[in-house]
Nanobody
Framework: EVQLVESGGGLVQAGGSLRLSCAAS????????IGWFRRAPGKEPEGLSCISSRGMPYYSDSVKGRFTISSDNAKNMVYLQMNSLKPEDTAIYYC??????????????WGQGTQVTVSS
């Protein structure tokens, strides 16, 4: 059974940090890219970051310099370190698996999401 399980969300004050984790199982983890997305109330889903199967990180302009993606292939885990959080970062955060590992194909598997709330 394919699973992507996010954890690490919560409530934090503006300027604070959180580290999200994405635990993957049931598919060949090292062949996929893993991306992070978020969806805020009333807004379109937004792609934030992705790490390719070769370990190349990509970031959207909205999080570049504040968020860092990393992976631990031995544990089938991907992390998103989020620093300098802002109230506008409040959203449900999802991880997803990119089919060809390049971060620009399509996202075949998705997690259920974890809530991040940033208070002002």
């Amino acid at each position: 059974e394919v699973q992507l399980v996010e954890s690490g969300g919560g409530l934090v004050q503006a300027g604070g940090s959180l580290r999200l984790s994405c635990a993957a199982s049931g598919f060949r983890f090292d062949a996929y890219g893993i991306g992070w997305f978020r969806r805020a109330p009333g807004k379109e889903p937004e792609g934030l970051s992705c790490i390719s199967s070769r370990g190349m990180p990509y970031y959207s302009d909205s999080v570049k310099g504040r968020f860092t993606i990393s992976s631990d292939n031995a544990k089938n885990m991907v992390y998103l370190q989020m620093n300098s959080l802002k109230p506008e970062d409040t959203a449900i955060y999802y991880c997803a698996a990119d089919r060809w590992g390049t971060c620009d194909s399509w996202y075949e598997y998705w997690g259920q999401g974890t809530q991040v709330t940033v208070s002002s």
